[in-house]
């Protein structure tokens, strides 16, 4: 019973290319989660999807970033034109329902060089 | 606006001892309080929950206090061991909403 895969673990980036981090949420969870640890910061919201649909993206910079979890397949965060400031920690987690305890991977570090 | 704050970026407790992490909140509609720990390069792991009906929730050495009245959470570790040594995030939510994370404790286990 895998539990939510992450990937690339690492991924080093230079200014304006773009980031691609995917997640394979736990068997059984329809309901995927996306966040980012800033250096010396907590756990920030970006985005809540279901199965082909966003739910809530309250917390995703309005540009460059875009998150998809599609019918088949991995939910993707992508961030193109990448910056500096990007830099951080993605962590997605998964859930068998819309609230509650959320099951995390073990992130996606990007660096921006 | 930081509605889960954990005034304590770092603690350090002698192993064997008592450690305590605070976390207040401001948001009046949550109604479920979760601590999780996280390892170097690791994804955070859930620990131990309580619901707003509540004020004690125990597991094993991990106890979890909610006072209601003065928006504050607290997670009780006895007796410290050297593995508890981890960031601890306390999260909440109400209703159908996303947890809500408050920025972490650093916890060292002093052996």
């Known amino acids: 019973n895998a539990g939510v895969m992450q990937n690339p673990r690492h991924l080093v980036r230079r200014r304006g290319q773009e980031a691609r981090l995917r997640c394979s949420p736990m068997?059984?969870?329809?309901?995927v989660y996306w966040y980012r640890q800033l250096p010396e910061e907590g756990l920030k919201f970006m985005v809540y999807?279901?199965?082909?649909?966003?739910?809530?993206e309250s917390g995703m910079p309005k540009e460059r970033f875009s998150a998809e979890f599609p019918k088949e397949g991995p939910s993707i965060l992508r961030i193109q034109q990448v910056v500096r400031g990007d830099s951080a920690a993605y962590f997605c987690?998964?859930?068998?329902?819309?609230?509650?305890?959320?099951?995390f991977g073990e992130g996606s570090r990007l660096t921006v060089l | 606006d930081q509605q889960v704050k954990q005034n304590s970026p770092s603690l350090s407790v002698q192993e064997g001892r008592i450690s305590i992490l605070n976390c207040d909140y401001t948001?009046?509609?949550?109604?479920?309080f979760l601590w999780y720990k996280k390892y170097p390069a690791e994804g955070p792991t859930f620990l131990i929950s309580?619901?707003?009906?509540?004020d004690k929730n125990e597991d094993g050495r991990f106890t979890v206090f909610l006072n209601k009245s003065a928006k504050h959470l607290s997670l009780h570790i006895v007796p410290s061991q050297p593995g508890d040594s981890a960031v601890y995030f306390c999260?909440?939510?109400?209703?159908?909403?996303?947890?809500?994370f408050g920025t972490g404790t650093r916890l060292t286990i002093i052996p």
């Open positions: 999260a909440a939510y109400f209703g159908n909403e996303k947890l809500t």
């Open positions: 309580i619901s707003s009906i509540k």
């Open positions: 948001n009046s509609m949550f109604d479920y």
């Open positions: 068997k059984g969870h329809s309901h």
């Open positions: 999807l279901q199965k082909e649909n966003i739910i809530d």
């Open positions: 987690a998964s859930s068998p329902r819309s609230s509650g305890e959320l099951f």
